[in-house]
């Protein structure tokens, strides 16, 4: 339970500073987030070679996914996070657990989903404020 605390925590710290940062694009950064946090795992599981290679193609997936969210749609990127988060959370389902620090799963899967919660808030506000601009 810490773990996810934690994670909706560090979540919601995210969130905050980049809105603080506007001077940045949020979907860019949320897109380079979602591509970067895939290799956590490569580097947690770099010793055992059938499990690194798992890793790298979930890796090279979740780039896709990130490229894809950024380029057509703010919904295919928080799909990213939201299958991200499962994949964190099923993990020690199929792969060797020992690899990846304790609680992780949970931690992850938090931070994952609360900023995948967030970007549909951001896509619901724009295509609000879009349906009111179209309709002056």
Same mark, same amino acid.
């Given at each position: 339970m810490t773990a996810a605390l934690i994670g909706i925590s560090g979540g919601l710290l995210q969130i905050i500073i980049f809105e603080l940062l506007r001077q940045f694009e949020k979907d860019k950064i949320y897109a380079l987030t979602l591509a970067g946090i895939g290799f956590l795992y490569v580097g947690f599981t770099w010793t055992d070679t059938p499990t690194l290679i798992v890793a790298s193609i979930q890796a090279i997936i979740f780039?896709?996914?990130?490229? %894809?969210? $950024?380029?057509?749609?703010?919904?295919?990127?928080?799909?990213?996070?939201?299958?991200?988060? $499962?994949?964190?959370?099923?993990?020690?389902?199929?792969?060797?657990?020992?690899?990846?620090?304790?609680? %992780?799963?949970?931690?992850c899967l938090s931070i994952d989903f609360t900023v995948g919660i967030y970007l549909i808030i951001i896509k619901q506000k724009k295509v609000s404020q879009e349906q009111l601009n179209s309709e002056k």
């Open positions: 780039v896709m996914i990130a490229y %894809y969210g $950024l380029t057509k749609s703010l919904y295919i990127l928080a799909a990213g996070y939201f299958l991200h988060g $499962l994949w964190d959370i099923s993990y020690h389902l199929w792969q060797n657990a020992a690899l990846i620090p304790p609680h %992780y799963d949970w931690f």
